[in-house]
């Protein structure tokens, strides 16, 4: 079963909302054209710096989350990591998911 996040970015998919790819949202960023970003948990640490500090610098939402090989495939992007919501409701929609998934998780953890 999917989980909401992933329905959520197939359908900012489906409405050309959701970039795919380091250069593709970098770029994106600088223009300030990405309202959040979903970077994968199992990209390389070093590219995982560079895409923080430049999310930073541009002021930009983000949010590591989940691992490429069902992020990728759900979005109708495999073998991407990095992902960016160019729309506001979106991105709202998709942190707070990704928040409530979160919090679900640690109650799990915490009842086992």
Do not use: W
Not at 2 to 9: A, G
Not at 52 to 75: F, M, W
Not at 92 to 99: F, N
Request: charged share 25%.
């Amino acid at each position: 079963m999917k989980k909401p996040t992933e329905s959520y970015l197939g359908f900012a998919k489906k409405s050309g909302n959701l970039l795919a790819g380091y250069n593709t949202c970098v770029s994106a960023m600088n223009k300030g054209k990405v309202k959040l970003l979903i970077i994968c948990e199992d990209i390389a640490e070093n590219s995982m710096e560079k895409i923080t500090c430049l999310a930073r610098a541009n002021q930009t939402k983000y949010r590591i989350y989940g691992h490429s090989d069902v992020l990728g495939p759900a979005c109708g992007s495999p073998g991407r990591a990095i992902f960016g919501i160019t729309d506001a409701g979106f991105a709202d929609t998709i942190a707070k998911a990704i928040e409530q998934e979160r919090i679900e998780t640690s109650e799990e953890k915490e009842v086992q």
